[in-house]
């Protein structure tokens, strides 16, 4: 089992930025690739981005390229998201995920463990 626990989220003006964390405690964190979803009201949880469990491979969501990025902290058991550039359109509860599933996978099905989530609002 792997407990996963998101934080950072807030309220922030368009064009701000934010960092998002995650801490895992429970099974050997480096076993486990990492991912970032989004979830809107009224739509589907979408992919944001992934990191290997190595931190090697890392991969963006469309809509994000370019403005987020994501990374395993020094602490051995996070895994942030620095959110630059925010729109509106980002307005979303994230959730923080792991993988034993392939390098850096997008679909929600290969990711077994999950965090609550964290609001962020961009008001514009």
């Known amino acids: 089992q792997v407990q996963l626990v998101e934080s950072g989220g807030g309220l922030v003006q368009a064009g701000g930025s934010l960092r998002l964390s995650c801490a895992a405690s429970g099974r050997t964190f480096s076993n486990y690739g990492m991912g970032w979803f989004r979830q809107a009201p009224g739509k589907e949880r979408e992919f944001v981005a992934a990191?290997?469990?190595?931190?090697?491979?890392?991969r963006y969501g469309d809509s994000v390229k370019g403005r987020f990025t994501i990374y395993r902290g020094n602490a051995k058991n996070t895994v942030h998201l620095q959110m630059d550039s925010l729109k509106p359109a980002d307005t979303a509860v994230y959730y923080c995920?792991?993988?034993?599933?392939?390098?850096?996978?997008?679909?929600?099905?290969?990711?077994?463990?999950w965090g609550q989530g964290t609001r962020v609002t961009v008001s514009s």
């Open positions: 995920a792991a993988t034993i599933t392939g390098v850096v996978p997008a679909a929600r099905d290969d990711y077994g463990y």
């Open positions: 990191i290997s469990r190595n931190g090697g491979s890392t």
